[in-house]
């Protein structure tokens, strides 16, 4: 069974970069998914940001796509985001998720989340 | 982008309700719609997938229904643990957008 868990720093500096990784367990990140970021600022909704698929295609959101990146590191079994130019705007829980390549799926597990704070 | 409007945006029910939440969508979404549950800090978890799909291990109480732009989540006979957020979500186009959100609370 598949486990995603997300880390990195929990406080980042305004026009600084956001950096998460979420390790996979339980599983081969070559498997045929999408792996994908969600964020949600406090007390507000969910906002996808980005996935990549296994073969090393991504989307992104286009409110977001000048400054994230979404990469794979096979040989740590991990993917991780890249935000740049940060604002308080991008304060949220940042969630990693698995959405299975199957044309009707959705995203799950999900990683437990990891709060990032913009602040100086 | 695809705008997801859910409704209503709260409710108040009791243990042993049938709940019902409509998620539009403002276009065409194929039944590429799925519906989460997130409880008070905690990760959202995936209920159902392809607007009908029960995902494995969700109770049979969570039903999902609609096509195209319209559709719903029932809980039949609501329980404790049901109180929560639920978000509807469509992965037809990118971005993949989310509803605001259904809380369901204690009446």
């Known amino acids: 069974q598949v486990q995603l868990q997300e880390s990195g720093p929990g406080l980042v500096k305004p026009s600084g970069t956001l950096s998460l990784t979420c390790a996979v367990s339980?599983?081969?990140?070559?498997?045929?998914?999408?792996w994908s970021w969600v964020r949600q600022p406090p007390g507000k909704g969910l906002e996808w940001i980005g996935e990549?698929?296994?073969?090393?295609?991504?989307n992104y959101n286009p409110s977001l796509k000048s400054r994230v990146t979404i990469s794979v590191d096979k040989s740590k079994n991990q993917f991780s985001l890249n935000l740049t130019s940060v604002t308080a705007a991008d304060t949220a829980v940042y969630f990693c998720?698995?959405?299975?390549?199957?044309?009707?799926?959705?995203?799950?597990?999900w990683g437990q989340g990891t709060l990032v704070t913009v602040s100086s | 982008d695809i705008q997801m409007t859910q409704s209503p945006s709260s409710l108040s029910a009791s243990v042993g309700d049938r709940v019902t939440i409509a998620c539009r969508a403002s276009q065409n979404t194929n039944n590429y719609l799925n519906w989460y549950q997130q409880k008070s800090g905690k990760a959202p978890k995936l209920l159902i997938y392809?607007?009908?799909t029960l995902q494995n291990g969700v109770p049979s109480r969570f039903s999902g229904s609609g096509s195209g732009t319209e559709f719903t989540l029932t809980i039949s006979g609501l329980q404790p643990e049901d109180f929560a957020t639920y978000y509807c979500?469509?992965?037809?186009?990118?971005?993949?957008?989310f509803g605001q959100g259904t809380q369901v609370d204690l009446k």
């Open positions: 979500q469509q992965t037809y186009s990118i971005p993949r957008t």
């Open positions: 392809g607007a009908s």
């Open positions: 990549m698929y296994h073969l090393g295609s991504t």
């Open positions: 339980g599983g081969s990140i070559s498997s045929t998914n999408w």
């Open positions: 998720a698995k959405k299975s390549a199957g044309i009707l799926s959705g995203y799950s597990p």
